[in-house]
């Protein structure tokens, strides 16, 4: 009788090794993917910011023009990422801590599967303080 009862609990759990291996695999799998999926975010964003504030710190300098910046923050940004993420940049001048300065602003997709995404997700801008000449 004990025995019969012992086989009649063992075969109750037979098999459940592998639903058990299924369902962990699966949720490590989904946890992998969305931490991949934040690195790819962060990524973009670290690109194409930095791409932006480069922008600003050329359209800053003494020789250069708001328009030059903006055309070497796409520049940066195409080689990075694609010409996708470079299609709206735009510089302008603003107050940058109590100075004339330089404003690089980026609007690029925000990737949420894989590369594709929310158009227009993500904004970023670049400062950067103008070089004056001084003449004596």
């Known amino acids: 009788m004990i025995r019969r009862w012992r086989c009649a609990q063992g075969d ?3 098999g459940t090794a592998v639903a058990e291996f299924v369902m962990v695999s699966a949720l490590l ?5 969305a931490v991949l999926q934040l690195a790819l975010a962060l990524h973009i964003r670290n690109t194409v910011l930095d791409a932006a504030a480069e922008g600003a710190r050329y ?11 903006a055309e070497r923050s796409r520049d940066l940004i195409t080689a990075a990422l694609g ?9 302008r001048y603003a107050d ?8 690089v602003r980026v609007v690029a997709p925000l990737p949420m599967f894989g590369l594709l995404g929310v158009d227009r997700g993500l904004e970023v801008r670049g400062h950067a303080a103008v070089e004056g000449l001084e003449t004596e």
């Open 12 to 14: 109750a759990e037979r």
């Open 29 to 33: 799998t989904a946890l992998t993917l």
């Open 59 to 69: 359209a800053a300098l003494a020789d250069s023009g708001l328009e030059q910046g």
């Open 83 to 91: 010409p996708v993420y470079a299609a709206d940049v735009t510089a």
């Open 96 to 103: 940058v801590a109590g100075q004339t300065g330089v404003q």
